[in-house]
């Protein structure tokens, strides 16, 4: 079965400054998706960015963006301007690209802490 | 348009006790999921329901059933809850197939505490 795994279980940054958050994962698969979600103390999931592996070009999103590194099985996510709001748990994610396989792994999650 | 919703938003059980959490989405998904979140753990998938009439086993479905009672809805049933339940548990959908973003839309969890 696929994991992920996220190295980092805190981060802390500078508001205004950028922070890089560690994914790897393991699969056998050549085609997948990988999701960054953020969880505020709300607890509400929410997709922060989305990358299929068969697309080359990282993908971004305003102040967000990944390095996808396919041979490396790495997928980081980076936080441009940091604001007082971004402070949350980040959880990677990965799911298959088969169409009968639903199941989504996710990594443990880094709590992130944005200092003002 | 609420997305994903789900009740209740706290719930405390003693052992042994039974109880559904039910969710609903009204963005036509076909796919729906519940997940479980312990504390220093990444969401777990419990159940999911690929359409309407399925529902398959995840990654920890023991003590659980689902029933995927129509399109928009997808409800969790624990018979006799077990202190090990103790989670966060999260619903979500998403639109699966060839094409399709599928992306997970996430309701805002149920804090579960068996006693």
């Known amino acids: 079965a696929q994991t992920v795994t996220q190295s980092q279980p805190e981060m802390s940054v500078q508001e205004a400054e950028t922070v890089t958050l560690s994914c790897t994962y393991d699969?056998?698969?050549?085609?997948?998706?990988l999701f960054w979600y953020k969880q505020p103390p709300s607890r509400q999931m929410i997709l922060v960015i989305r990358q299929e592996a068969y697309k080359q070009q990282n993908a971004t999103e305003n102040r967000f963006s990944v390095n996808f590194q396919k041979a490396a099985k790495s997928f980081s996510l980076k936080i441009s301007d940091s604001q007082l709001g971004d402070a949350a748990m980040y959880f990677c994610?990965?799911?298959?690209?088969?169409?009968?396989?639903?199941?989504?792994?996710f990594g443990a999650g880094t709590r992130l802490t944005v200092k003002p | 348009n609420a997305g994903v919703t789900q009740t209740p938003k706290f719930q405390v059980l003693k052992t042994g006790q039974s109880m559904t959490l039910q969710c609903a989405q009204d963005m036509n998904h076909n796919s729906m999921y519940w997940y479980r979140q312990d504390p220093g753990m990444g969401l777990r998938l419990i159940y999911y329901?690929?359409?309407?009439?399925?529902?398959d086993k995840g990654e920890v479905p023991n003590g659980y059933n689902v029933s995927r009672l129509n399109k928009r809805e997808f409800s969790l049933r624990l018979e006799s809850a077990a202190p090990s339940q103790t989670s966060v548990y999260f619903c979500?959908?998403?639109?699966?197939?060839?094409?399709?973003?599928?992306?997970?839309?996430f309701g805002p969890g149920t804090r579960l505490t068996v006693l």
């Open positions: 699969t056998s698969e050549s085609d997948y998706y």
């Open positions: 329901s690929a359409s309407e009439g399925t529902t």
């Open positions: 979500a959908s998403s639109e699966v197939g060839w094409g399709s973003t599928d992306t997970q839309y």
């Open positions: 994610a990965y799911r298959s690209y088969l169409y009968n396989n639903n199941d989504m792994r």
